[in-house]
């Protein structure tokens, strides 16, 4: 068995609202709003890097489960905006997490797929977890520092933000079990959102919101499906914050009300594989740190990758 122990976040303090950014890319702040659902996004400070947004993030997930670092027996970090080819951030955020207590040697390991790498790493830990006990998931992105902040990069720099979220996914207890999950990938529309080598984010956006608003309620509905479950009884959907058309097309195609989808996508933008783990830490602190009802975990991103994860209340 497999349980969400506890979700943790860490947003960085400097707050960039439409107003700020709209000039630098030459926009009226009304269209950034109306086109993404977005009014503000939080943009790191330039001592910050994805490490250190990660460890933050892992602590203050760790102390909501009232877990030492010690016990946690292997972590898992994605982010598609790592300063460095290699190493990815993961070992870092371990080396860190030394002070707070946890055991040399603890393997570390990066899952470099954007947007979608928190719910693959979800995917994993289930697994995982038999034989670590304690996994901890992170995703944390400065994304702010991958697209071009003036009028070429328009279309991407309205919409991204910096942050980090975590959960620690526990064979032992939780607030949750994890009753199933499924991922997916398909390569074709691989060029569709990518990040190279020494180029900004490029993303084709009708591409990729046609693309997600087909794939992530198909996925949402197989893995309901398999469990014989139907949209309707799911309390709370939590997804990928790409933007509010999409979580809007997303309870279209499911037909269930929009106020079942979690958002926060208006005050942080799209923190990519953070977005997820942000949003469910968020949603988790406002309903009291418990799950009345079945929840859902979606997510889209680059590669093309995709899925969902299914869990459902659980008391000891």
């Known amino acids: 068995m497999a349980y969400l122990r506890a979700f943790g976040c860490h947003l960085p303090s400097r707050v960039v609202d439409n107003a700020e950014l709209a000039p630098l890319v030459g926009v009226d702040p009304a269209w950034i709003l109306q086109a993404t659902g977005i009014r503000e996004r939080r943009f790191a400070a330039p001592e910050e890097s994805v490490a250190t947004l990660g460890a933050m993030a892992a602590k203050d997930c760790l102390a909501s489960a009232g877990v030492s670092a010690a016990e946690v027996g292997l972590i898992l970090v994605s982010s598609g905006s790592s300063e460095r080819r290699f190493p990815g951030p993961a070992t870092e955020i371990a080396a860190t997490l030394a002070g707070a207590g946890i055991e040399p040697g603890t393997p570390a390991i990066d899952l470099p797929l954007a947007s979608a790498g928190s719910l693959f790493g979800l995917a994993l830990a289930t697994s995982l977890c038999r034989d670590y006990r304690n996994v901890l998931v992170i995703g944390t992105e400065i994304m702010s520092r991958v697209v071009r902040m003036d009028p070429t990069g328009r279309d991407t720099a309205i919409l991204f933000g910096d942050g980090a979220g975590a959960c620690l996914v526990s064979a032992e207890t939780g607030f949750a079990r994890i009753v199933d999950s ?45 469990n014989r479950m139907k949209a309707g009884e799911i309390g709370t959907f939590l997804m990928h914050q790409a933007n509010l058309n999409l979580i809007t097309r997303v309870a279209q195609a499911l037909g269930v009300p929009q106020s079942r989808f979690f958002s926060n996508v208006e005050r942080y933008g799209n923190t990519s594989s953070a977005s997820l783990l942000i949003a469910a830490a968020e949603w988790w602190r406002e309903s009291g740190q418990r799950v009345e009802a079945p929840m859902v975990l979606a997510a889209f991103g680059a590669g093309l990758n995709w899925g969902a994860l299914l869990a459902a209340p659980y008391t000891e």
Do not use: W
């Not at 991922?183 to 080598?197: C, H, K, M, T, W």
């Not at 490029?202 to 919101?209: A, D, L, N, S």
């Not at 046609?210 to 893995?223: D, F, G, N, T």
């Open 182 to 226: 499924v991922i997916r990938s398909d390569g074709e529309f691989a060029a569709a959102l990518r990040l190279g080598l020494d180029s900004p984010l490029h993303m084709e956006g009708r591409t990729i919101i046609l693309q997600a608003s087909r794939k992530l309620p198909r996925a949402i509905l197989e893995v309901l499906d398999r």
